[in-house]
């Protein structure tokens, strides 16, 4: 059924039609004749315009749109360009390769923070209890925090509990703290294991 405005042929008034949306509601698919429809090719939605039927407006893909920022010159652009197309479900515009490893990077990035600072705050457990003598505030200070920073971010991003309690990674992160220690001591007698607990190093009442 068509529906608008066409010209009388009998006249050249023009004579308003009425919408059935009663009738149109109730046709399913298989009352719908479309034989009378040309195919879709890939040349008509080359030429399509896209429509955001929330603010019942189209807007065309400008030549801005199409082209992408490059990810290795222009990150933050690149970063701002795939969050306005995620936003208006562009999907087929979205650099998806890059998308998927700086999603990934986001948990190393979290992962690389706790090692870091497991790393400092074992190296001040090291020097608290090998190199006793200029013991003070500033040391006791750092271990304090960052055991504070420490559990923050494991109630933060839960899943980093199993980094603690894996023992290979806690290997790492005890070589780590040595190398910290040996520099900022001169002390080369540290073990070569390390011999607290994980609860004991972050517990903030205890030291060695």
Request: include cysteine; proline fraction near 3%; charged fraction near 25%.
């Amino acid at each position: 059924m068509i529906v608008g405005v066409r010209a009388s042929p009998q006249s050249t008034d023009m004579v308003t039609m009425q919408t059935n949306w009663q009738y149109l509601n109730d046709l399913s698919d298989e009352n719908i004749d479309t034989n009378d429809i040309a195919e879709l090719d890939e040349s008509f939605f080359q030429q399509a315009l896209l429509r955001d039927n929330t603010a019942n407006n189209s807007n065309s893909i400008s030549d801005d749109t199409m082209s992408c920022t490059n990810y290795e010159t222009d990150i933050v652009s690149w970063a701002n360009q795939q969050a306005q197309w995620l936003r208006t479900k562009q999907f087929h515009l979205l650099d998806l390769e890059h998308l998927a490893e700086e999603i990934e990077d986001v948990g190393k990035s979290e992962q690389r923070e706790l090692a870091s600072r497991m790393a400092v705050l074992i190296a001040h457990l090291l020097k608290w209890y090998y190199q006793p003598e200029p013991q003070g505030s500033s040391w006791q200070r750092t271990i304090k925090e960052q055991r504070k920073a420490i559990a923050g971010h494991l109630k933060s991003v839960p899943s980093l509990k199993a980094k603690i309690a894996d023992a290979e990674w806690l290997a790492i992160i005890w070589s780590d703290a040595l190398t910290i220690a040996i520099k900022e001591t001169g002390l080369e007698n540290f073990p070569e294991s390390c011999p607290w607990t994980v609860d004991d190093i972050l517990n903030q009442e205890w030291h060695p």
